[in-house]
């Protein structure tokens, strides 16, 4: 039976590496659609939470995945040897950037490694994984075709870039359009056979790259637009003019302009990485994203504008930042959810020890975490604590803060996304 009909006929057996943000909701989709799935990764825990009806993800109900465990559509393992028993895999492993603003693809390579020993005729396999363009057709195709496999004729390859917005009750992996691109049109065929299981919509573009340059564009976009707006809250700042009244009267025009807010930096495993993807490419072409690099350079200092912003706060109230208790809200890289990659809380955090602050935090969705040799503790909302504060830091603004209880206790609220909606001469804001 030729692939696509048995991926139609729902058929097939599919593999998801990589059980995170993406990979989980992707796995649950696949099976909820009939499809039997089994989920790959090395993070024992997660396969041990998942083989036990549990979900580690805020988007994937629990009651869905014991549901699904239950039926036996879907399973968790650390093991790669399960590869040879399934008739698709989706990969969808972390891509960080190196210190040197480098692409890391190693847990691309080492999950096509894995691949490619397993690997028999009849195959689809889907990176997923946000990457620079050739990645699909320049690294992983020759290792698979290094077994005497063709593609497109004994094996199927594809790229289609993931699109996840955690925490967003609107979109989620059913009903956010899927982009596809095969390595050739009978690869593409085949992974838009197979995501028309789980999404409602699937676009078909022409090539791998093509399909690994929309994601670069999707985030580029943003950071870009992002670090347009800091810049301008920097230079209002300087000129006395309220940048959120700029931006609240602006967005009032119903073409042509969309809104983009200021705030401490860029956080989450997408916006603060993928544009470097593209620039790092660029740049093996002899090409200069000039855009890219001027609006990472903007994001990437914000966290120290902020910290600057705060000591002159409490130099204004005669409080030194050295010795004073400041307190953050709110350390995950966006609001409602408890995923703090990347965060610029980090960065802030950081910048006031260094100049001699007492620092803690409150998150109720990070109740402890880990970055690097930064490890802490969430404290809590007490009036003793909001009153033991020189200043409270609103960093990411969560559905749960009482925003009118903490100003009654607070000395001074600094606020880095316009987040406080009361009228207090308390706060202050960016």
Not at 105 to 117: D, N, T, W
């Amino acid at each position: 039976m030729k692939l696509v009909d048995k991926i139609k006929k729902k058929k097939i057996r599919s593999a998801v590496i990589g059980l995170g943000y993406v990979g989980l909701p992707l796995a649950v989709e696949l099976a909820q659609s009939g499809v039997e799935v089994v989920g790959i990764d090395l993070d024992k825990e997660k396969v041990r939470r998942l083989n036990n009806k549990g979900s580690y993800i805020q988007d994937v109900p629990a009651q869905k995945v014991r549901e699904l465990v239950s039926k036996g559509r879907l399973r968790a393992t650390s093991d790669y040897s399960v590869l040879m028993n399934v008739d698709t895999i989706n990969i969808c492993v972390p891509t960080p950037l190196r210190k040197t603003k480098e692409p890391d693809i190693s847990y691309i390579v080492k999950s096509a490694e894995q691949i490619a020993k397993y690997l028999k005729k009849g195959q689809l396999i889907i990176l997923e994984s946000t990457t620079y363009p050739g990645t699909t057709d320049e690294v992983l195709l020759p290792m698979f075709e290094a077994k005497g496999l063709k593609v497109g004729k004994d094996f199927y390859l594809a790229f289609s870039p993931e699109r996840v917005d955690p925490a967003n009750p609107k979109y989620t992996t059913r009903n956010i359009p899927k982009v596809v691109g095969g390595i050739t049109p009978a690869c593409t065929e085949a992974a838009k056979a197979l995501y028309e299981l789980a999404v409602d919509t699937v676009l078909s573009v022409s090539s791998t790259r093509v399909a690994e340059t929309v994601k670069l564009l999707e985030n580029t976009f943003r950071a870009v637009n992002i670090g347009l707006v800091n810049e301008l809250a920097l230079m209002c700042s300087k000129m006395g003019i309220n940048v959120w009244e700029v931006i609240d009267a602006a967005k009032t025009k119903p073409f042509g302009f969309m809104a983009f807010y200021p705030g401490p930096g860029l956080g989450g495993h997408c916006i603060p990485i993928d544009p470097f993807y593209l620039s790092w490419k660029a740049r093996l072409f002899g090409f200069e994203a000039r855009f890219i690099e001027l609006a990472g350079q903007i994001n990437t200092a914000m966290p120290e504008y902020v910290v600057g912003k705060i000591v002159d706060a409490l130099n204004e109230r005669g409080r030194s930042i050295r010795g004073a208790g400041v307190l953050i809200l709110g350390v995950a890289y966006k609001k409602n959810v408890s995923d703090y990659r990347e965060s610029p809380a980090f960065e802030v955090i950081h910048f006031l020890k260094e100049k001699g602050a007492r620092v803690s935090y409150n998150d109720p969705h990070v109740p402890f975490f880990t970055e690097g040799k930064l490890k802490m503790k969430s404290v809590k909302l007490t009036p003793e604590v909001l009153k033991k504060s020189d200043c409270v830091v609103v960093i990411t603004d969560h559905a749960k803060y009482d925003y009118p209880r903490i100003a009654r206790y607070a000395g001074l609220i600094y606020d880095t996304r316009n987040a406080i909606k009361i009228k207090s001469e308390k706060i202050i804001k960016l």
